[in-house]
């Protein structure tokens, strides 16, 4: 049984004859994305939590899209994620009187995988950065109550660890909103979910990251990128992963000549705190100038399956 | 020896100018090998956008053949199983364009320029030259014995040729040859060396011209030493293949039905191939050479990489037994 397993985190879109189509589009569609992930070394898959209602209708109920996944080589759904960017006068995440709602749609999307063996439940602990401002810690202080009640819940109710994931343009972005944000979390109920390229973006080390939490790690994307944000593009609108006034393309595959991300000093700490389960590829717009989410998940797992497994193995390199 | 997996690197190389970057070889490299495949077969080229396809241009772009064999390990890439050669193609540096093979006067320039493959193949890991057979089908050509005896005598001269560094050839008939039928390839490869010369067979160009790719595998089972293996979409029931430049008009233009695409990923459900029957043919027949997987036209090369990688490793090894690791 392998000690470490890698699980891929849903973006996809391909070419077609009728433009970019995405995994959900058909089964035939669903089946070529399954199936090309399992040939290069993939055994799971991340979800958003928003898509399982697609999967269900297109297969007639989860049950029968695990079975899906296993017939192709997929052990199960790993993760799901949720995020909501933008506050609204409905949904503002950091407004004591919206947990409920905050909690109930968890609750929602949890109890639809019900049976399914998920692990984790990944969401951006607050909405980007403008819209969480002032960052105070008083503000952090809600975001922590909510979320010591959303991982108590998802734990105790639907097995799954809550996972916050930090993106370059988060309301908790930098080390010490980090820090202060996991202070005042139940280590029992809230985890880190570290995403490699985001916090290397925000200028925060991903590595001494996970050396300073590993005990509270519950999972990663492994991603790369070749920008920090030295400009504050993090509060560019509407979204900065597409707007930045510094670079058109933020991410980029594992082993991308440029990468900013140490990953291979990553995997020596994973294996220095005897860090096992799955670890996320992602690959988030990975066709901005001509790149295809193909290819780079294939370069991907190579670089995965070449060089940081001979690291965390204690192997040679291949 | 058992069959041998390898890879056409033909889908990558989908424009004169796309696959010329030494990124683009090293991507393709990595993307094969952690698919499963650790062989690629390449097309012979010319010119300063075919860098891997002669050796005075591997030598030019990677310093030494060396080089590039040391590239390609370090991917995980273990061999060249085969280069593949159609004399009707500019060879630049040579100042020849359009050899034909039914030209005794072209057989000596033929012998040149294949020359070089008996070093450059072993010098890669590969033993295997495979050469387009025939010309374009034309109404001015018949496929008689006295015309074909003209096409054995120069492919045998260059299996004579190869033979000593043990690099076979191989005949392939694609969609568009003037070779049409069983009757028409037997005509040829019965005039050629069984010691030195045997048949590819591609099995989506077999199933495009209508032939049955299973019945050629245990027709030809005795020659048979190399397999291009790919699908196909659509069969050329219009005979489009006497159009001119049917490699433009025919295969990429579509013909009058405007076919997006002949060719496709081995498992694709509009395929008219039997992919699995034909590897268990094989495998029933002894096949002992490399089965070559391609995926030409591909829109997403690394997507048909990968789809043909899963089928191999979960369909067609269960047939064979035999790995994709094991070469």
């Given at each position: 049984m392998d000690k470490i397993k890698w699980q891929y985190a849903d973006h996809w879109r391909t070419d077609s004859p009728k433009g970019p189509v995405n995994q959900f589009a058909s089964r035939a569609e669903m089946d070529r994305f399954i199936k090309q992930i399992?040939?290069?070394?993939?055994?799971?898959?991340?979800?958003?939590?928003?898509?399982?209602?697609?999967?269900?209708?297109?297969?007639?109920?989860?049950?029968?899209?695990?079975?899906?996944?296993?017939?192709?080589?997929?052990?199960?759904?790993?993760?799901?994620?949720?995020?909501?960017?933008?506050?609204?006068?409905?949904?503002?995440?950091?407004?004591?009187?919206?947990?409920?709602?905050?909690?109930?749609?968890?609750?929602?999307?949890?109890?639809?995988?019900?049976?399914?063996?998920?692990?984790?439940?990944?969401?951006?602990?607050?909405?980007?950065?403008?819209?969480?401002?002032?960052?105070?810690?008083?503000?952090?202080?809600?975001?922590?109550?909510?979320?010591?009640?959303?991982?108590?819940?998802?734990?105790?109710?639907?097995?799954?660890?809550?996972?916050c994931h930090h993106e370059f343009w988060c309301g908790i972005r930098s080390q010490g909103e980090i820090d202060q944000f996991y202070a005042l979390t139940d280590p029992a109920y809230v985890n880190l979910y570290i995403d490699t390229a985001q916090h290397v973006i925000a200028g925060v080390d991903p590595v001494a990251l996970f050396r300073q939490y590993a005990h509270r790690v519950n999972g990663f994307h492994f991603k790369d990128t070749r920008h920090v944000d030295m400009v504050e593009d993090y509060r560019s609108q509407p979204d900065p992963e597409l707007c930045a006034s510094t670079t058109p393309r933020w991410f980029w595959e594992m082993g991308t000549p440029g990468g900013l991300v140490d990953f291979p000093a990553l995997m020596q700490a994973l294996k220095d705190h005897n860090y096992e389960g799955w670890i996320g590829v992602e690959h988030d717009k990975a066709d901005i100038g001509g790149g295809n989410y193909p290819e780079s998940t294939a370069l991907a797992m190579w670089y995965a399956r070449n060089v940081l497994e001979p690291i965390y193995y204690g192997k040679a390199a291949a | 020896m058992t069959l041998r997996w390898s890879y056409a690197l033909n889908q990558w190389n989908n424009g004169h100018d796309r696959f010329v970057l030494r990124e683009a070889h090293t991507n393709a490299f990595k993307t094969l090998a952690v698919s499963g495949f650790n062989a690629v077969e390449i097309p012979c080229g010319s010119g300063r956008w075919e860098p891997l396809g002669r050796k005075d241009w591997i030598e030019k772009f990677y310093g030494s053949?060396?080089?590039?064999?040391?590239?390609?390990?370090?991917?995980?890439?273990?061999?060249?199983?085969?280069?593949?050669?159609?004399p009707a193609e500019p060879i630049f540096e040579e100042g020849a364009y359009g050899l034909s093979v039914?030209?005794?006067a072209d057989h000596g320039r033929i012998l040149g320029t294949l020359r070089q493959y008996a070093d450059l193949l072993p010098a890669l890991g590969g033993d295997t030259l495979v050469v387009r057979a025939l010309p374009n089908w034309n109404d001015k050509t018949t496929v008689d014995v006295a015309t074909m005896q003209v096409a054995a005598d120069c492919w045998n001269a260059v299996g004579a040729m190869l033979s000593p560094a043990g690099v076979r050839l191989a005949l392939n008939f694609d969609c568009l040859t003037m070779a049409r039928s069983e009757h028409d390839i037997t005509l040829l490869v019965d005039l050629c060396?069984?010691?030195?010369?045997?048949?590819?067979?591609?099995?989506?160009?077999?199933?495009?011209?209508?032939?049955?790719?299973?019945?050629?595998?245990?027709?030809?089972?005795?020659?048979?030493?190399?397999?291009?293996?790919?699908?196909?979409?659509?069969?050329?029931?219009?005979?489009?293949?006497?159009?001119?430049?049917?490699?433009?008009?025919?295969?990429?233009?579509?013909?009058?039905?405007?076919?997006?695409?002949?060719?496709?990923?081995?498992?694709?459900?509009?395929?008219?191939?039997?992919?699995?029957?034909?590897?268990?043919?094989?495998?029933?027949?002894?096949?002992?050479?490399?089965?070559?997987?391609?995926?030409?036209?591909?829109?997403?090369?690394?997507?048909?990489?990968?789809?043909?990688?899963?089928?191999?490793?979960?369909?067609?090894?269960?047939?064979?037994?035999?790995?994709?690791?094991?070469?």
């Open positions: 399992a040939a290069v070394g993939l055994s799971g898959v991340g979800m958003f939590a928003w898509n399982l209602g697609a999967v269900s209708a297109m297969f007639g109920g989860l049950p029968a899209y695990k079975t899906f996944l296993e017939e192709r080589g997929i052990e199960k759904i790993v993760d799901l994620f949720w995020c909501q960017p933008q506050a609204s006068r409905g949904m503002t995440i950091h407004d004591p009187e919206h947990k409920g709602r905050v909690i109930g749609m968890l609750d929602h999307f949890a109890g639809l995988a019900a049976g399914l063996g998920v692990e984790n439940l990944i969401v951006m602990p607050a909405h980007c950065y403008s819209d969480t401002e002032p960052v105070t810690v008083d503000r952090i202080q809600v975001l922590a109550d909510l979320w010591n009640t959303v991982g108590r819940m998802s734990l105790e109710k639907h097995g799954m660890k809550l996972g | 053949v060396d080089a590039l064999r040391t590239e390609m390990t370090n991917c995980g890439i273990n061999a060249v199983s085969s280069y593949y050669f159609n039914l030209n005794p060396d069984p010691a030195t010369v045997g048949l590819s067979l591609d099995t989506a160009d077999a199933a495009i011209m209508g032939l049955d790719p299973v019945a050629m595998i245990n027709r030809f089972a005795a020659r048979l030493i190399h397999v291009q293996l790919k699908n196909a979409l659509e069969r050329d029931t219009l005979d489009e293949y006497k159009l001119a430049f049917p490699d433009k008009f025919m295969l990429a233009g579509g013909g009058a039905r405007r076919i997006a695409r002949w060719y496709c990923e081995l498992e694709h459900e509009g395929g008219i191939v039997d992919v699995s029957s034909c590897h268990r043919a094989l495998v029933a027949q002894g096949f002992s050479g490399w089965i070559v997987v391609e995926s030409d036209q591909s829109p997403v090369p690394a997507t048909s990489a990968m789809l043909n990688g899963w089928f191999v490793k979960n369909e067609l090894e269960a047939i064979s037994g035999i790995t994709l690791a094991e070469v």
